[in-house]
């Protein structure tokens, strides 16, 4: 029996790359954990715990993300020390990436040299590290960093344990996706026994939303595009909204994942026009249709119910463009009786 099934992981032995990985922490003494840009809950939950994890260890650790950070994760350990501006890097230091499946999902600019450890569980992964820790089946980042702790032989501190659970809880939409299952809860169920407050956690994340916010949403709800018998619905999110609201601070939290909960939807999207005009998608779907094969036809990735992607074009240009993707993609997927995988 090897040490991963030992301690329960609950996925059974883990692939040899979590030992090396596990090596190459115990060797080293300087790392920088690197989380994407606009990081949402599993990125900030799972860099921060495994952020705990090695400052367990007495390592000397550094959390990079650039931004912009919800303010309803402020409740999170750690977070008052996470950098947002590019950091250099020291002579020595380990790098892991972890919840980005590629360079660009941090930003455009930061690609540092040196070693670097690449840990998540998107279908889409570049494998850009020196050692690439990608299972697809874990049900967030936030998993993985819990099993490494295992793998490690590292208990799990009340702080780590509020941090991995509020990733699983994020990414499994409170464990109402289709990526949860046995496994999640038991890893749920362990945290919990290690110091996370689900309760807590749930209020802080998803009972906590701002006034402007909640108008953004009206506004989106009240202008709902449907598409192929109301399979489809789209919408967008342009400047002249946000200004209304107050700014880009106040994006509503999940709200692409909130259209597909439309009775008769399989797949929603929203278009967002970014303050230097540019557009990011999102894509949500309900699990016929792989959003990330989609995803990655417009230059993104992500997962086979959630994915997005960022076009660097203007943005009525890049929405028409992408409007025609997408309803070709759909055409083709609605025409088939079986799931798209």
């Known amino acids: 029996m090897t040490a991963s ?4 992981n609950g996925r059974g032995a883990e692939p040899p ?26 990125c900030l939950g799972s860099c921060l715990g495994l952020y705990a994890v090695l400052r367990q260890m007495g390592k000397d650790v550094r959390f990079f993300t650039p931004g912009p950070i919800q303010d309803f994760f402020s409740f999170l350990p750690y977070l008052g020390e996470t950098i947002t501006e590019h950091p250099a890097i020291r002579p020595g230091e380990i790098i892991i990436y972890v919840d980005c499946g590629d360079f660009e999902r941090v930003d455009e600019v930061f690609k540092p040299e040196g070693f670097i450890i690449n840990i998540d569980h998107h279908l889409s992964n570049a494998f850009f590290g020196n050692l690439n820790w990608v299972d697809t089946e874990a049900c967030a980042a936030g998993e993985l960093i819990y099993r490494l702790a295992l793998a490690l032989g590292e208990p799990i501190s009340p ?12 990414d499994t939409g409170g464990f109402r996706f289709s990526n949860t299952d046995r496994v999640t809860f038991e890893t749920a169920a362990a945290l919990v026994a290690a110091g996370a407050n689900p309760a807590a956690i749930a209020e802080a994340v998803f009972e906590n939303r701002k006034p402007r916010a909640v108008y953004i949403t009206g506004v989106i709800y009240q202008t709902l595009k449907y598409e192929f018998d109301g399979r489809l619905v789209w ?4 400047r002249d909204i946000y200004e209304l609201a107050g700014g880009d601070e106040y994006e509503p ?3 692409c994942s909130d259209l ?24 949500r779907s309900k699990g016929r249709v792989n959003v990330s094969r989609l995803a990655q036809m417009l230059g993104g990735g992500g997962h086979h119910n959630a994915s997005g992607a960022y076009i660097k074009q203007p943005y009525d240009q890049a929405r028409d463009r992408a409007l025609d993707v997408i309803r070709a993609y759909l055409a083709e997927c609605f025409s088939t009786a079986s799931p798209v995988a």
């Open 17 to 42: 790359v979590v030992g090396e990985i596990c090596e190459v922490i115990r060797r080293h003494q300087e790392f920088l954990i690197v989380g994407h840009g606009r990081p949402d809950g599993d």
């Open 159 to 170: 702080e780590a344990a509020t941090c991995l659970f509020t990733a699983i809880m994020a």
């Open 5 to 8: 099934e030992k301690s329960g």
């Open 253 to 255: 939290e999940g709200l």
């Open 235 to 238: 919408n967008e999110l342009r």
């Open 260 to 283: 597909r909960g439309i009775a008769g939807v399989e797949v929603s999207v929203l278009f967002h026009e970014t303050p230097d005009g540019w557009c990011r998608v999102g894509l």
